[in-house]
């Protein structure tokens, strides 16, 4: 089965943001955030992709990336 890749750390870069702004603008913890962003987490929360999708201006697909095995 294939597996679901986390692309955040591409698209703060293309927004030019930083973990610290973003985590602040999102309303969610550093930490939280950092594991987002490493592919640390196994799920996330809707309200979380979308309040990230909302401050980065962009759409879920943009982060989210299917991935063959």
């Not at 986390?6 to 309303?27: P, T």
């Not at 809707?46 to 943009?62: Q, R």
Request: proline fraction near 0%; aromatic fraction near 2%; include cysteine.
């Amino acid at each position: 089965m294939g597996k679901i890749i986390l692309r955040l750390d591409r698209m703060m870069v293309e927004r030019k943001i930083s973990l610290n702004e973003l985590a602040e603008r999102v309303g969610i913890s550093n930490v939280n955030l950092s594991k987002i962003k490493n592919n640390k987490v196994t799920a996330i929360r809707f309200s979380t992709l979308a309040a990230i999708c909302e401050v980065l201006d962009c759409e879920a697909g943009d982060i989210l990336e299917y991935q063959k095995d």
